[in-house]
């Protein structure tokens, strides 16, 4: 027996997507593909990219293989090089965006507050104090545009500049200066490896030694990202 339209109806959900990164941008071109069209995606920022708008260190790239780091049904064959750079990155999210028309369902500089499941829907309250509800909630706000300080007993007293790596000052002028990194993540070893023949002198403090190996960052000719586009299989 087929369904009434009462039914249809009260079936048909609400979605509200919280952050417009990879992931946010991924709920939304699904929902868009499989006909849902009742949804919202809230990004706190004023452009889609996530934690590639939020970080532009010096060093900034891909710590995976480019080609491995793209949604599977929107490959790009015009890498620039084998662990691609930070605003390439960037704006292959926001081409995607504009290729699967979802920008029109995401409100930049709209800051989600809170989250509260209300009887049978959430209750979303963003930080300028308006409010939306949805049937789903879905978050993908990330973890690395979170900035995370280090307490050490009198930072507040270091005359120098001090600024987190996904806050980078880019008023500072690095070159022939004394740089001291904290932490030896994948942030810190690009960091690390784009300073290191700036600095007049360049310590990296650590907590835990690194597993480390090389790993030769390929640029690709025009010649190679033409044969990319001419057939995917030799990506």
């Known amino acids: 027996m087929c369904a009434s339209g009462h039914d249809q109806e009260a079936k048909r959900l609400r979605y509200v ?40 260190y010096p060093g900034l790239t891909c710590d995976v293989p480019a080609h491995s780091y793209v949604y599977s049904f929107a490959y790009n064959p015009d890498w620039s090089a084998y662990f691609a750079p930070g605003p390439e990155i960037r704006g292959y999210f926001q081409s995607v965006a504009e ?18 499941w209300v009887e049978d829907r959430w209750k979303v309250r963003l930080k300028d104090g308006s409010e939306d509800w949805g049937h789903v909630l879905i978050g993908a706000t990330g973890v690395l545009h979170h900035p995370r300080y280090p307490d050490i007993a009198g930072i507040e007293d270091f005359a120098g500049y001090c600024f987190h790596s996904a806050r980078w000052d880019h008023s500072v002028a690095l070159d022939g200066k004394r740089i001291g990194v904290i932490g030896n993540g994948s942030t810190g070893v690009q960091i690390v490896a784009a300073l290191a023949d700036r600095a007049a002198r360049l310590v990296q403090f650590q907590r835990t030694a690194q597993w480390i190996m090389p790993a030769s960052d390929k640029v690709y000719s025009d010649a190679e990202r033409e044969a990319f586009r001419n057939d995917p299989a030799l990506i």
Request: hydrophobic letters at 40%; one cysteine or more.
């Open 17 to 56: 997507i919280i952050g417009a990164g990879m992931a946010g941008l991924l709920a939304a071109i699904r929902l868009t593909e499989r006909g849902d069209s009742d949804f919202i995606v809230y990004e706190k920022g004023d452009s889609v990219g996530g934690t590639w708008r939020e970080n532009t």
């Open 99 to 116: 290729r699967y028309g979802v920008l029109d369902a995401i409100r930049f500089n709209c800051e989600v507050e809170s989250c509260e």
